[in-house]
């Protein structure tokens, strides 16, 4: 490798690193965030079966997961844009990137939700508590282990489609490594470089993951 | 104490429960006794709003509801006076085992948690398990289970406990220690409606039987006369039948 290479590599390394820091990770948090807001609500609105929210649940899933992120992005930023509704890139990347995982989501945890014995929600009930209590005690942590691996993934998944947001003026990471390459003209080298960094995170997250999962594991029920 | 007349419910156009009339007296332990398919969980499950009847009466603690208009109010209103033992054992998975007894009394009845923590030891006692107090259902046997379920149900003084089949899901050799605990409940005074297929108990711990078959209660007498002379030819025929094996 020459010395060149070798410089713009390590100039790489906090040109990357920095909006990794300062911008892609808190957009993956802040958009999970709001991901699985939408999540718990969009999958206890069905599982109540409250008859206006279900069909809503429903409409909001066949639109966010039969829809192009990308095109969701453009439509909340530009689209939205032209009609006024002025939204800080940023901002309009966390909506896009929540509002589509938590479709997502919420079908995880409407099917964990709905692998808990029925006899755990009429146990609470007979135990005195309301059909709301008998769900946040009892159904939803036991719903929320059982979710816990594939919201894991959904999580992944979802720092990857931060570089998404490049395409909306957002300076994550996949951007600086855009314009490192158009000054450099090195795209093997540096795109590999930024793919490691994602690489990195990821790993970090499935760490996290399975330190998690070990805790949760502690109670050991079946 | 409690008194069902009428109570009707039917699946899907089957109808399943044909008009069940019982009556409890505070201080009874009634044991209903049937043949398979006779209606008996779906009765409790009723009787405890699990299931919606179609029509009926109860009258509970001196008050009568329509069964077949409840409002949720009224329904938890009586749940918080009853307790439920379910075949299964259906122990919240995620609590230990005192956690299972103090759920319902801090959450759903506002109990001061040190007051809540401090009965349910007591009934974890009552039952022998004081010991298992922090370990989770998983951790326990079938008998253990079954037996912090009783203790879950008389945590909060309910005005009666309903069993359906307590034992059926249990080893033969862990059904003693539950019925064991169910006999010293009921010589405590406590009023319970118990679905059974265990003579013995029905003979030696009930005052009542109440013998159903095809979604009706058709004999309801002492349970000493209900074995020595059972009336109605079906139940003389289910005594036969068990007798024999
Ligand atoms: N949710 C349901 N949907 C449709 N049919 C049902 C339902 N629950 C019970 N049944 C039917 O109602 C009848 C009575 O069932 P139930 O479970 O009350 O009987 P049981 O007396 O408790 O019997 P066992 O002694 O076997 O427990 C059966 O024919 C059963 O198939
Ligand atoms: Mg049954």
New binding site residues.
């Given amino acids: 490798m020459t010395q060149r290479l070798l410089d713009i590599l390590a100039q790489g390394f906090t040109r990357i690193l920095i909006p990794g820091l300062t911008m892609t990770i808190p957009m993956t948090v802040l958009a999970f965030s709001l991901a699985m807001v939408v999540a718990l609500a969009i999958a206890l609105a069905q599982f109540a079966k409250l008859p206006v929210l279900t069909g809503f649940s429903r409409f909001y899933i066949w639109v966010f997961r039969g829809t192009p992120l990308l095109v969701q992005l453009f439509v909340i930023y530009y689209g939205l844009g032209q009609l006024g509704l002025k939204l800080p890139a940023f901002v309009a990347g966390v909506l896009a990137l929540g509002l589509n995982e938590g479709a997502y989501c919420a079908e995880t945890v409407r099917a964990a939700l709905e692998s808990v014995p029925v006899g755990q929600l009429e146990a609470g009930e007979c135990a005195g508590l309301t059909w709301w209590q008998s769900v946040r005690r009892v159904v939803l942590p036991q719903a929320m282990r059982t979710a816990f691996p594939p919201l894991g993934n959904s999580l992944i998944s979802m720092l990857k489609d931060t570089s998404l947001v490049s395409n909306i003026t957002v300076a994550e990471m996949f951007v600086a490594a855009q314009r490192m390459v158009s000054y450099y003209y090195e795209p093997f080298a540096i795109y590999l470089e930024v793919g490691v960094f994602y690489l990195f995170f990821s790993t970090l997250i499935t760490k996290l993951e399975r330190w998690g999962e070990k805790k949760l594991n502690a109670y050991e029920y079946k | 104490m409690l008194e069902l007349q009428e109570l009707k419910k039917s699946?899907?156009g089957?109808p399943?429960l044909k008009g069940v009339d019982l009556s409890v007296e505070k201080g009874d332990v009634v044991a209903i006794l049937?043949?398979?398919?006779?209606?008996?969980?779906?009765?409790l499950?009723c009787v405890n709003f699990l299931?919606p009847a179609d029509s009926g009466h109860m009258t509970f603690d001196g008050v009568t509801y329509d069964l077949g208009h409840m409002s949720r109010r009224d329904i938890l209103a009586l749940r918080k006076k009853t307790g439920f033992v379910f075949q299964n054992y259906d122990l919240f998975r995620n609590k230990t085992a005192l956690q299972n007894v103090t759920e319902g009394l801090i959450t759903g009845r506002k109990m001061p948690r040190a007051q809540a923590e401090a009965l349910g030891m007591e009934m974890l006692e009552r039952v022998g398990l004081a010991d298992k107090a922090g370990s989770y259902p998983s951790q326990l046997s079938g008998g253990q289970q079954q037996r912090v379920a009783i203790a879950r149900a008389m945590a909060p003084q309910p005005q009666i406990i309903y069993f359906?089949?307590p034992t059926s899901a249990l080893d033969p050799e862990l059904t003693g220690e539950v019925l064991a605990v169910m006999r010293d409940l009921a010589q405590s005074g406590m009023t319970m409606l118990v679905?059974t297929?265990e003579l013995s108990f029905a003979k030696n711990a009930a005052n009542k039987v109440a013998f159903?078959e095809e979604?009706q209660v058709v004999e309801t007498a002492a349970a000493h006369s209900f074995f020595a002379q059972p009336q109605t030819d079906r139940a003389k025929e289910f005594l036969r039948i068990l007798n024999q094996t």
Avoid at chain 2, 34 to 43: D, I
């Fill in positions: 699946f899907g089957q399943i049937g043949p398979s398919g006779a209606g008996k969980t779906t009765l499950r299931e359906d089949e679905v297929h159903m979604g």
